[in-house]
């Protein structure tokens, strides 16, 4: 697939395989479509604006220091430091996610892949490639318009 990250806040994920996806966040909702199910969940950001999804994380909203504990992890192979890798853990309670996985490249700074762990221990793991930085994104992009006979249902988890 495809993502697209404007900050501040703004994203968007559109998955081809296996199936159809988008994921859009215009910086005060998203929009999570499936289009095999006609479906529409909408979201609302919390109002503090802190990193309470692995995306908003990407967006650039919250904190780095207040939002998270940090852990440098060594490499499976400690004569390979061709990345680092940086476990971050959420302090906020609201937090969709138990913690964040971040390889970077050292020499860049460029997060090369993020894998996000679930709360029932489930691992998602997006690995970046043909990062092409400061492109003028149109916030036209961050825009969803909901098709015509899909479901829309609300979700207000983020702002109970």
């Given at each position: ?54 995306a908003l994380f990407l ?8 939002d998270f504990t940090a ?54 793991t997006y690995t970046f ?32």
């Open positions: 697939g495809t993502v697209h990250v404007k900050k501040p806040g703004r994203w968007r994920f559109d998955y081809t395989d296996p199936e159809q996806k988008v994921f859009v966040c215009d910086g005060v909702s998203v929009h999570s479509y499936f289009p095999a199910d006609h479906r529409v969940i909408v979201s609302q950001l919390p109002p503090d604006g802190g990193a309470s999804t692995p967006a650039g909203v919250g904190d780095l220091r207040r852990e440098f992890l060594e490499p499976r192979n400690p004569s390979d430091l061709t990345w680092w890798i940086i476990r971050l853990t959420p302090t906020r309670n609201d937090a969709d996610y138990e913690q964040l996985t971040l390889t970077i490249d050292p020499h860049s700074l460029v997060i090369q892949q993020m894998a996000t762990t679930d709360f029932q221990g489930g691992i998602s490639s043909n990062l092409m930085e400061n492109r003028g994104l149109s916030d036209t992009l961050f825009v969803f318009t909901v098709p015509r006979g899909v479901e829309v249902l609300v979700d207000d988890s983020f702002t109970r």
